[in-house]
């Protein structure tokens, strides 16, 4: 059988989040108690949590979760990463051993930042060597798979249901301001742990629910500006679009969403001059980043949160309000589980991004 | 002298049916048919059939059919009886073996040997009767960087582009090689679609000036017709370089087609063969092609995309690569197969490549360089109908060129008789009496109804892919499958075999 990212492998899904506007840290509990609900949609192949103000302490510095599936691989990463790194510190991250989760390979966290020399010769600031070494690790050290490498901010993820993989990873331990989590429904897949989701790069972490018919398309796009897709699945590309458009063009998450699921020409048409010939541009400058398919995103960011359906709106996306709390999820019982009344609720529309920002953070 | 030849066809009459109202013989140029008063029926030399079937079709009571003549020279696996024709015929001209339209020869066409998927359980199609289905496109280099104003807004001023409805234009047929109505067609079919007609290298005639805003001028190297209004007047400039019919070459028109305003339009006189350079004596190298491009640009105030036309051979790929680099905006591709009004027979049918493998190898090098973005691919030679299409975008092309299959829509058989001048169907020739029986309105309403069906039966294998606008389709090569294809085939279109996950 072919190993996850030989093949392309589309999957259905459960996602979920909660935020709070004035960045003040709760714990990671409600949030396995909101993906928990959702079970049947996911079957136990992947399962996953990303966590926003996790390490306020290191919050300067790139903290990159990794796994080991080899002996060798460690040793190769450490010397790799030495490098060009200055190491603050690195520590196995903490688990609980629990009957679920089986098959875990080494995990380990280090909190890292380029080395000057290093930026110096990479010129574009530290994002750009970190995003180098991601690509460099995880395509040419054999058995070292980086799977998160934002700042103050983490990935966890498994193979196994999400609410298993959340007590494993000891999420009720950490407190943030953002988590998101993912129950994978994969048709097809050897139960790789690289291959569940969140998938993220850099602050950025995408979880998805649905099947993308663009996805070669976009793929080879992002191969073209030096994204090497390793996974083959729609998370990871929809995570290369959100940076290349984000970080590399300059483009705010709104914009981005207006390239990923953009507008109909038939409503386009109908804008107004300006703001035609702002939507026109957009479409046609980024046409190979257009996503098509159902799909339902939330994407984590350093400061805040996004929730997005594709243009045709063929996947749910519930989103409540409640206090200076955020909700979103595949559907509205994984949010009544942990927030029973709310403000206010509605359903994500198709192509209409939906932003919330921590209050009197970076736009 | 002998004729060593025999006819290639059979007029065969039925003339149980056939009530002698000589309409075969009014309507055919090639004097087949004519009436017998002595025997008191209709006779047909069949020597002189072309097979373009205009009599077939006119005929009021359906007496007459046109098939391969049975008579077989020995059969010879090496020497088949096209080699014996043709000798004869050189043996006794002297001359170079001339043919018309594209390579009939049984080479492989991989357009048929790849399929495409459809969306089950997992993904669900998209109904184009009730969901909208995309198939706008845009034409032209992208910008690198986005600019934005003092209050952050984007400035959304573009490189010149082109906009069609949807990914399919006429391509270059030159008016001479073609008729004046044949180009009326084209011309009004193009305005009423909202895509492009082009001139191909015969100039732009008066008339048409109107049709400006759907027009693409070319220039090739005989720059026939070329001058300052005609660059102004175009919605992009196309440079030929090379033809997929006849690549090496330049343009070959024979001079019993340079009558009147074909004259005129050409700026040449009347009934001297317009022979176009094999290169253009301007561009020796890639940097000769990008003064050319900027030499076209600066002329027309950066307002209009130049277009490279290019024909498929062998290192195409690094062609292409070059000319991404030149300046110019859209590369077009003219793939072996594609037609012509007059090649000579060997080049026609031996020089080149197959536009699918052209295709499969320009767009991935252009990746591989992170140039893909400095132009759009358009791709020729040929395209037969809307799937030919839809494996076209997925490969990687933004759009497609047709010309057959537009002659065809307007009622060429693909006799493959254009250099003789004598179209029955008032297409390729230059003959008054010929080219009123082609009626520019029935024409271009011909014209606008197989693209309109042809963009139905896009939307619905979209549709079917789950896939609603056509940007998406472009490069998605994982929607393509291959049959019946050997390892480096696949590895050349960039396609998995069928059955492959």
């Not at chain 1, 059988?1 to 990671?28: Q, V, Y």
């Not at chain 1, 302490?57 to 990463?81: G, M, N, P, Q, W």
């Not at chain 2, 048929?112 to 034409?139: C, G, H, W, Y």
């Not at chain 2, 022979?275 to 940097?287: C, M, N, R």
Request: proline share 5%; glycine share 10%.
């Amino acid at each position: 059988m072919l190993l996850e990212g030989e093949f392309r492998n589309p999957a259905g899904c459960a996602i979920s989040a909660i935020f709070d506007k004035t960045g003040a840290r709760f714990s990671g509990e409600s949030i396995i108690d909101s993906i928990a609900v959702m079970r049947d949609r996911s079957n136990g192949l992947g399962g996953g949590f990303a966590c926003y103000g996790i390490y306020p302490d290191k919050k300067d510095l790139y903290a990159f979760h990794v796994f080991f599936t080899i002996h060798s691989a460690r040793k190769d990463f450490e010397e790799y990463i030495s490098r060009y790194y200055e190491i603050d510190s690195s520590e196995d991250i903490p688990t609980r051993k629990i009957p679920e989760i089986v098959d875990e390979p080494e995990i380990r966290r280090y909190f890292v930042y380029p080395k000057q020399k290093y930026i110096d010769f990479v010129k574009t600031g530290p994002d750009e060597c970190v995003f180098r070494t991601v690509f460099a690790v995880n395509t040419e050290i054999k058995g070292a798979y980086i799977f998160s490498s934002g700042k103050n901010m983490g990935i966890f993820k498994a193979v196994g249901f999400p609410e298993d993989v959340g007590r494993f990873y000891m999420l009720d331990s950490y407190e943030g301001y953002l988590f998101t989590a993912h129950g994978r429904y994969p048709t097809n897949t050897p139960g790789w742990w690289g291959g569940a989701h969140p998938f993220g790069l850099l602050g950025l972490s995408v979880v998805h629910n649905g099947e993308i018919s663009s996805y070669d398309a976009n793929r080879r796009a992002m191969e073209m500006y030096g994204y090497k897709c390793t996974l083959l699945t729609d998370t990871e590309v929809i995570t290369y679009i959100l940076d290349y458009l984000t970080r590399k063009k300059g483009l705010t998450f709104t914009e981005s969403a207006e390239v990923i699921a953009a507008p109909f020409w038939s409503r386009i048409d109908r804008m107004s001059e300006e703001e035609k010939a702002r939507a026109t541009y957009l479409r046609d400058v980024f046409s190979a980043e257009l996503v098509t398919g159902p799909f339902s995103i939330i994407v984590g960011f350093d400061g805040g949160v996004m929730a997005l359906n594709d243009r045709l709106k063929l996947r749910t996306l519930a989103v409540a309000e409640k206090g200076d709390k955020v909700y979103m999820a595949s559907e509205e019982a994984a949010i009544r589980r942990v927030c029973p009344s709310f403000d206010k609720m509605f359903y994500a529309e198709g192509g209409k991004p939906i932003v919330y920002r921590v209050k009197g953070g970076k736009q | 002298m002998i004729d060593y030849n025999v006819a290639p066809f059979e007029v065969v009459r039925d003339y149980d049916k056939c009530v002698n109202c000589r309409v075969c013989e009014r309507q055919c140029s090639n004097e087949v048919h004519h009436y017998e008063e002595g025997f008191g029926k209709m006779i047909s030399d069949s020597a002189k059939c072309v097979d373009c079937q205009r009599c077939v079709c006119l005929c009021p009571t359906k007496a007459l059919k046109i098939v391969p003549n049975q008579n077989a020279f020995r059969p010879n696996a090496n020497w088949q009886q096209k080699y014996l024709t043709e000798i004869y015929k050189q043996a006794e001209s002297g001359g170079v073996l001339l043919s018309s339209m594209g390579n009939p020869e049984p080479f492989p066409v991989y357009f048929d040997k790849i399929l495409i998927n459809a969306s089950q359980v997992t993904n669900p199609s998209i109904d184009p009767l009730r969901e909208p289905m995309e198939t706008r496109v845009f034409l032209g280099a992208k910008p690198q960087t986005i600019e934005r104003d003092a209050e952050g807004k984007i400035v959304t001023k573009l490189p010149p582009r082109l906009k069609l409805s949807m990914p399919v234009m006429f391509s270059a047929m030159s008016y001479g090689s073609i008729s004046y109505n044949a180009h009326a067609a084209l011309a009004r079919a193009a305005e009423a679609l909202g895509i492009y007609y082009n001139t191909g290298e015969g100039g732009l005639h008066k008339d048409f000036y109107k049709y400006s805003a759907n027009t693409i001028v070319q220039v090739a190297s005989g720059r026939f017709g070329v001058h300052k209004d005609y660059l102004e007047d175009g919605a992009a400039i196309e440079i030929k370089i090379g033809q997929g019919a006849k690549p090496g070459i330049g343009g070959h028109l024979p001079g019993a087609k340079i009558v009147g305003d074909v004259s005129k339009t050409r700026m040449i006189p009347e009934g001297s063969d317009a022979v176009s350079p094999a290169p253009h004596h301007d561009i020796y190298s890639i940097e000769d092609l990008r003064q050319l491009v900027y030499s076209i640009k600066e002329a027309t105030e950066y307002k209009k995309p130049v277009i490279v036309k290019i024909a498929a051979v062998h290192n195409v790929a690094a062609i292409a690569s070059g000319i991404a680099r030149s300046g110019a905006d859209i590369i077009a591709i003219d793939g072996f197969r594609g037609g012509t009004g007059a090649a000579p027979t060997r080049i026609r049918d031996n020089v080149g490549i197959p536009i699918e493998l052209a295709l499969g190898s320009v767009d991935e090098r252009l990746r591989e360089e992170n140039i893909r973005d400095n132009v759009s691919l358009v791709v020729a030679g040929s395209i037969r109908s809307s799937a030919d299409v839809v494996k076209a975008i997925c490969l990687g092309a933004d759009a497609v060129y047709i010309g057959s299959a537009s002659l065809v829509a307007m009622g060429c058989h693909l006799c493959r008789t254009c250099n003789y001048g004598k179209c029955n169907w008032g297409i390729a020739t230059q003959r008054p009496d010929l080219v009123k029986r082609l009626n520019p309105d029935i024409a271009a309403e011909r014209l606008i109804n197989m693209l309109t069906a042809w963009n139905h039966e896009i939307q619905e294998m979209m549709g079917g892919m789950g896939i609603n606008s056509i940007e998406a389709l472009r490069g998605n090569r994982l929607m393509l499958r291959g049959v019946g294809l050997n390892e480096r085939e696949l590895a050349v279109l960039g396609i998995k075999h069928a059955g492959e996950v």
